[in-house]
């Protein structure tokens, strides 16, 4: 739940007002502070709470603001000064929060952090403007004129902001374009969708309406939008044993999750009890699939994923080193989560080793989605033996603003040590690693590896979610 503080004072702030109560929104609570008569409309919606507080007193916002955790502030007034003052006590309160500002005076403010100017001004121009004749057409009325061409707008918190957009599942839809800083982008699938961003798009219009759904909605999509769906893959030669607790930790994962489907792939089966026992788990959002044959195995298991919509992949440390599983699902672009030692029913934290500021960068989003929809606690763990924490700065300054953003909050340890014997002795916990093309099976050329990825993925303790990332063109947009 979203809680917005709204400034309100004069006209326009009543008419936005009158708007939210009737576009009712149930994700968001919003309060009011407003100081003179005439501002609040006769009826308010219950996600509604009025404050009679004049937000250019610093005390009194200050009290407001520390009753209730605010995901974002919008400014709307009449007056100036009341905005220039309201604006620096927001920002000495809270140097983070988003603010949104109705500018009718053409301020010099835009260089602020975190801060987007609706120069309302220039938006009455533009709309005037395109009412005129010999004016280009907008997007909704090229091609078919049915909504097949469409522009996105990313939010901050979005599930695809921070994506690369080859793990951005795209069935019968494109993002053709991305516009950013006034500037066309052609993606490749390395580019990485920022907040803010402008996606062009191209598909049939109900997927479009499906995707801007998706594209605006903050939290709770997870596995999206690297696919929906949940897809479980036991080989009987080497899961048998714990076939059924398998099964069982899934179908728990796809339960805290909305709306998923969970399909299970069963290679070499042997046993006819076992395989007994895992059909009467059968029903409308459970299906099993027996592969009796031995070969084309991995081709059977990208037909699945596609067909499927498969966005998480579930196997065992087993399974995924014997079909060499890294290269084919890093190459599908899919979340991959591994058994450990602990299950899942145990596990009440996740932990991002600190890594490269690209790598930490591209796995934020997906790690908060994460945490909140499980409800973990989400730490950002830096151990470091020379205890250089000056490099991590910019990462830790990304990841407490996503926490503002998903309203979830974030440990922040940092420490002189050796970051694989800490994560070694750490209990109930889920691992987020990367998923990179370079990562390498457990093996005694581990011990060899520079990358830090490839001593975590060795320890079986802990069950692991992999993020895929693209390296060759990280950080490059």
């Given at each position: 739940?979203?809680?917005?503080?709204?400034?309100?004072?004069?006209?326009?702030?009543?008419y936005f007002l009158e708007w939210v109560s009737k576009k009712r929104i149930s994700e968001n609570n919003y309060h009011i502070a407003f100081y003179k008569d005439g501002v609040l409309p006769e009826n308010l919606n219950r996600d509604i709470t009025a404050h009679f507080c004049d937000p250019t007193?610093?005390?009194?916002?200050?009290?407001?603001?520390?009753?209730?955790?605010?995901?974002?502030?919008?400014?709307?007034?009449?007056?100036?000064?009341?905005?220039?003052?309201?604006?620096?006590?927001?920002?000495?309160?809270?140097?983070?929060?988003?603010?949104?500002?109705?500018?009718?005076?053409?301020?010099?403010?835009?260089?602020?952090?975190?801060?987007?100017?609706?120069?309302?001004?220039?938006?009455?121009?533009?709309?005037?403007?395109?009412?005129?004749?010999?004016?280009?057409?907008?997007?909704?009325?090229?091609?078919?004129?049915?909504?097949?061409?469409?522009?996105?707008?990313?939010?901050?918190?979005?599930?695809?902001?921070?994506?690369?957009?080859?793990?951005?599942?795209?069935?019968?839809?494109?993002?053709?374009?991305?516009?950013?800083?006034?500037?066309?982008?052609?993606?490749?699938?390395?580019?990485?969708?920022?907040?803010?961003?402008?996606?062009?798009?191209?598909?049939?219009?109900?997927?479009?309406?499906?995707?801007?759904?998706?594209?605006?909605?903050?939290?709770?999509?997870?596995?999206?939008?690297?696919?929906?769906?949940?897809?479980?893959?036991?080989?009987?030669?080497?899961?048998?044993?714990?076939?059924?607790?398998?099964?069982?930790?899934?179908?728990?994962?796809?339960?805290?999750?909305?709306?998923?489907?969970?399909?299970?792939?069963?290679?070499?089966?042997?046993?006819?009890?076992?395989?007994?026992?895992?059909?009467?788990?059968?029903?409308?959002?459970?299906?099993?699939?027996?592969?009796?044959?031995?070969?084309?195995?991995?081709?059977?298991?990208?037909?699945?994923?596609?067909?499927?919509?498969?966005?998480?992949?579930?196997?065992?440390?087993?399974?995924?080193?014997?079909?060499?599983?890294?290269?084919?699902?890093?190459?599908?672009?899919?979340?991959?989560?591994?058994?450990?030692?602990?299950?899942?029913?145990?596990?009440?934290?996740?932990?991002?080793?600190?890594?490269?500021?690209?790598?930490?960068?591209?796995?934020?989003?997906?790690?908060?989605?994460?945490?909140?929809?499980?409800?973990?606690?989400?730490?950002?763990?830096?151990?470091?033996?020379?205890?250089?924490?000056?490099?991590?700065?910019?990462?830790?300054?990304?990841?407490?603003?996503?926490?503002?953003?998903?309203?979830?909050?974030?440990?922040?340890?940092?420490?002189?040590?050796?970051?694989?014997?800490?994560?070694?002795?750490?209990?109930?916990?889920?691992?987020?690693?990367?998923?990179?093309?370079?990562?390498?099976?457990?093996?005694?050329?581990?011990?060899?590896?520079?990358?830090?990825?490839?001593?975590?993925?060795?320890?079986?303790?802990?069950?692991?979610?992999?993020?895929?990332?693209?390296?060759?063109e990280i950080g490059s947009l």
């Open positions: 739940m979203k809680n917005i503080l709204i400034l309100a004072d004069g006209n326009t702030a009543r007193s610093y005390s009194k916002l200050l009290s407001l603001m520390s009753s209730v955790r605010f995901s974002e502030v919008f400014i709307i007034m009449d007056e100036v000064e009341d905005v220039r003052y309201s604006l620096k006590n927001i920002r000495e309160i809270d140097d983070k929060i988003f603010i949104v500002l109705l500018d009718k005076w053409n301020q010099e403010c835009s260089n602020m952090e975190n801060l987007t100017i609706v120069n309302q001004n220039q938006l009455i121009s533009s709309h005037l403007y395109d009412h005129l004749p010999n004016v280009p057409v907008i997007a909704q009325n090229i091609g078919l004129g049915e909504g097949e061409i469409m522009e996105m707008v990313v939010p901050f918190g979005s599930s695809y902001s921070y994506r690369h957009i080859g793990s951005i599942a795209q069935r019968k839809w494109k993002i053709v374009a991305i516009y950013r800083d006034k500037k066309q982008i052609i993606p490749t699938s390395a580019t990485i969708v920022r907040p803010n961003d402008i996606l062009l798009t191209l598909g049939k219009p109900r997927v479009l309406d499906g995707v801007y759904k998706s594209i605006n909605k903050r939290y709770g999509l997870f596995p999206e939008p690297f696919g929906k769906n949940i897809y479980l893959i036991l080989d009987m030669l080497v899961d048998e044993d714990k076939a059924f607790e398998y099964l069982q930790e899934s179908i728990y994962l796809a339960d805290r999750l909305e709306n998923k489907n969970i399909y299970i792939r069963v290679v070499n089966p042997a046993h006819f009890d076992v395989i007994s026992k895992l059909k009467k788990e059968e029903n409308h959002r459970l299906a099993i699939h027996i592969y009796y044959d031995t070969l084309h195995i991995k081709e059977i298991l990208e037909y699945d994923i596609q067909s499927f919509n498969i966005g998480l992949v579930i196997n065992s440390l087993d399974t995924f080193n014997k079909y060499n599983l890294k290269e084919e699902l890093f190459n599908l672009k899919k979340l991959v989560y591994i058994f450990g030692d602990i299950s899942l029913y145990n596990i009440n934290n996740c932990v991002i080793m600190m890594g490269s500021e690209a790598q930490m960068e591209s796995i934020s989003s997906t790690s908060f989605d994460l945490a909140e929809s499980f409800d973990f606690t989400l730490k950002l763990c830096n151990y470091d033996p020379e205890g250089d924490f000056e490099k991590s700065k910019q990462i830790i300054s990304h990841y407490e603003t996503l926490s503002q953003i998903f309203n979830h909050d974030i440990q922040i340890v940092q420490s002189i040590d050796n970051p694989v014997r800490r994560l070694r002795k750490m209990n109930n916990t889920l691992q987020i690693i990367p998923f990179t093309s370079y990562m390498k099976k457990p093996s005694i050329f581990t011990l060899l590896s520079r990358h830090l990825e490839d001593y975590f993925f060795k320890l079986e303790k802990h069950p692991k979610i992999l993020v895929p990332i693209e390296i060759s």
